[in-house]
């Protein structure tokens, strides 16, 4: 475990200022709106700081259309592959997304060869972040050489497996935790993207969605039997496999992530991908269990939770990593993870590590920093799951139905739109009760689409299955497209709690409708 990071603002004023920002107000402040008297921090600044972070990384893509860990390190494969996610929070997509899907291409066979061969060496987590990098903008997915690299890539996964997963590096007997973790969550989302594409769609020669899928099940069951094999009695893993360690907050994040990934999945007629069975979990120690995977990611948030200390403002290294140093962003990794997993983002337990994310932000640098004792920097890596963290917050709260000015068990009053108009320039036209004049609410291109989408659809409805079609996307992330467009008509009407959007099941599914039709 890393030295802990102590916040700069840990005296009386910087605390009353984060209670803020953990249960949304304190000395006249708010967080889930736009009204901020006394701090800058949390939700209400961070849309304006992934696209100002989007804009630094699209003006220092090399020309090879790849990213390194700083704004001038040398392309990888890793490090593009957390690019591409931060670009597509930000709304952005086009000519940048081609040329890293390009570099991706290209870069992650080159990367996995031995280094006396040209390569990077055989690491399991050039085929991890790879083919996650690859999946980061779905509707991408028939560019150039993508649906041949992700081929690829599942011939490598089923070519290199160990007893209990994948290995860090090739040649070594180890599992790791890390790489099988990584793994199982990019072959979950591989599985709803050919989910969403459809059933018989062609991809490549001889290959079609449904025969990657018959491969793709068996290995995303192996990774999962292999991190269960890991799994301690106290629902925590260690970082390191086989060999009895102290619980890693980073390496139970990891798994608690892979998990919920396998889990959330549906398939193609909506029915869950992931039958939830009993399965033996802890073969490591001896003492097996049989546990669901419902109850394995329970009891892994659970611990986090608990151990809250352990990790809220911590780095964490990765001794198991071979050939370069690892360190494990903890405290936006294990903020994740139990959010995703169904937490509450304002639990007060969560509080230290948003303040902590709050304040690493670089103005200068228009990115993240990593805390560290030498020093801060701004780094792709910080940058990548701060707002990985931050995004599973906003669709954590769109999925359990509160405005961002709502209080943990406060309804919030909201104002209510009685008619809404797409107009021109990627507007929307919001009329009010009591307002004579039209308020124009300005969106992104993705955000309007999907306004002018469900406004088109009849009786203003639609269900999500079908709003994923339209607009490309995976149905995953169109809760996560419905909060922002509802922020955004907050954030035009001044602050105040509205939804332009809001659930409606169509037909026994899940769905939305436009207000006021």
């Given at each position: 475990m890393g030295e802990p990071f102590q916040p700069a603002a840990d005296t009386a004023a910087g605390r009353d200022e984060w209670v803020c920002v953990a249960s949304g107000r304190a000395n006249g402040c708010r967080l889930w709106g736009r009204v901020v008297k006394r701090s800058?921090?949390?939700?209400?600044?961070?849309?304006?700081?992934?696209?100002?972070?989007?804009?630094?990384?699209?003006?220092?893509?090399g020309f090879d259309g790849g990213w390194g860990l700083t704004l001038t390190s040398v392309s990888s494969v890793v490090n593009t592959s957390e690019v591409l996610p931060v670009l597509r929070v930000a709304g952005l997509a086009g000519e940048p997304v081609r040329r890293a899907l390009d570099f991706l291409s290209d870069a992650i066979a080159e990367h996995c060869r031995p280094r006396q061969k040209g390569g990077r060496g055989e690491h399991t987590r050039f085929v991890a972040f790879g083919l996650a990098g690859l999946l980061a903008h779905p509707r991408f997915f028939h560019?150039?050489?993508?649906?041949?690299?992700?081929?690829?890539?599942?011939d490598w996964l089923e070519d290199q497996r160990t007893e209990h997963g994948w290995p860090e590096v090739l040649g070594l007997g180890d599992s790791s935790l890390h790489q099988t973790a990584l793994v199982v969550r990019s072959l979950a989302q591989l599985?709803?993207?050919?989910?969403?594409?459809?059933?018989?769609?062609?991809?490549t020669a001889g290959t079609d969605t449904g025969g990657i899928l018959e491969r793709i099940e068996p290995l995303i069951g192996h990774g999962v039997r292999g991190l269960l094999y890991h799994r301690r009695p106290s629902g925590a893993w260690g970082w390191r496999t086989y060999v009895d360690t102290d619980p890693s907050?980073?390496?139970?994040?990891?798994?608690?992530?892979?998990?919920?990934?396998?889990?959330?999945?549906?398939?193609?007629?909506?029915?869950?991908?992931?039958?939830?069975?009993?399965?033996?979990?802890?073969?490591?120690?001896?003492?097996?269990r049989d546990r669901r995977l419902s109850e394995v990611i329970t009891e892994a948030s659970q611990w986090l939770l608990r151990n809250h200390h352990r990790w809220e403002t911590f780095v964490e290294d990765d001794k198991d990593v071979q050939g370069t140093a690892w360190e494990h962003m903890a405290y936006a990794l294990c903020a994740q993870a139990v959010v995703h997993a169904g937490v509450?983002?304002?639990?007060?337990?969560?509080?230290?590590?948003?303040?902590?994310?709050?304040?690493?932000?670089?103005?200068?640098?228009?990115?993240?920093?990593e805390p560290g004792g030498s020093g801060?920097?701004?780094?792709?890596?910080?940058?990548?799951?701060?707002?990985?963290?931050?995004?599973?917050?906003?669709?954590?709260?769109?999925?359990?139905?509160?405005?961002?000015?709502?209080?943990?068990?406060?309804?919030?009053s909201e104002i209510r739109i009685s008619h809404a108009v797409p107009g021109p320039n990627h507007t929307v036209l919001l009329r009010l009760p009591d307002n004579e004049d039209p308020v124009a609410c300005v969106l992104?291109?993705?955000?309007?689409?999907?306004?002018?989408?469900?406004?088109?659809?009849?009786?203003?409805?639609?269900?999500?299955?079908?709003?994923?079609?339209?607009?490309?996307?995976?149905?995953?992330?169109?809760?996560?497209?419905?909060?922002?467009?509802?922020?955004?008509?907050?954030?035009?009407?001044?602050?105040?709690?509205?939804?332009?959007?809001?659930?409606?099941?169509?037909?026994?599914?899940?769905?939305?409708?436009?207000?006021?039709?």
């Open positions: 800058s921090s949390g939700m209400a600044v961070f849309e304006d700081r992934v696209g100002r972070s989007a804009r630094t990384l699209l003006g220092s893509q560019h150039g050489r993508v649906a041949d690299t992700v081929v690829w890539c599942v599985r709803d993207t050919l989910h969403d594409l459809g059933p018989g769609l062609r991809l907050p980073s390496k139970t994040a990891l798994c608690l992530l892979a998990f919920a990934a396998v889990r959330s999945g549906t398939g193609p007629g909506g029915e869950p991908a992931y039958k939830d069975l009993p399965q033996e979990t802890g073969g490591v120690h001896g003492t097996t509450d983002p304002r639990d007060t337990r969560l509080s230290r590590a948003w303040h902590l994310m709050d304040g690493l932000w670089d103005p200068e640098a228009g990115m993240w920093a801060r920097r701004a780094t792709i890596r910080a940058t990548y799951w701060t707002v990985a963290a931050y995004e599973d917050c906003l669709a954590r709260l769109a999925r359990i139905g509160l405005t961002d000015t709502s209080e943990p068990g406060e309804p919030g992104s291109e993705r955000l309007f689409d999907l306004v002018r989408t469900v406004y088109a659809a009849p009786g203003g409805a639609m269900a999500t299955g079908e709003i994923a079609q339209s607009l490309f996307v995976a149905r995953s992330s169109v809760p996560k497209y419905v909060q922002r467009v509802n922020a955004a008509v907050s954030a035009a009407i001044g602050g105040a709690p509205a939804r332009l959007l809001l659930p409606h099941p169509i037909g026994g599914a899940a769905g939305y409708r436009l207000a006021g039709r």
